[in-house]
């Protein structure tokens, strides 16, 4: 039971994520510029970040999809660390504890 709910929950959390991202807030659009990103890439990390949410809701794809959300979430903290933006860290944080808990379940 831990296994399906942890897999929803990442799927669920990625997908959301990079929908907020490719759809782009003015905040959001703010941040990705401020980070040193440029415009485009918010596009890219959206597309990443769904791309991960298929990959973990697929069977045969979810180590993978696992590795790919690790990555992202990796170069998520290196930039929110880089910038200073502590604030960030919480969410990061989450998507972390998910990954974990969606990996030892399966």
Sequence with gaps: MLHII??????????????????????????????????????????LEMATAILVALPTTRGAGLILGAVIIAAAAVTVLRGREFSHLAPIGLFIALLAVAQIAS
């Design 6 to 47: 942890s897999t929803c929950l990442v799927v669920a959390a990625f997908f959301g994520a990079g929908l907020f991202n490719v759809i782009g807030t003015p905040a959001t659009r703010d941040n990705f510029v401020r980070w040193g990103y440029p415009p485009w890439w918010r596009h890219l990390t959206g597309g």
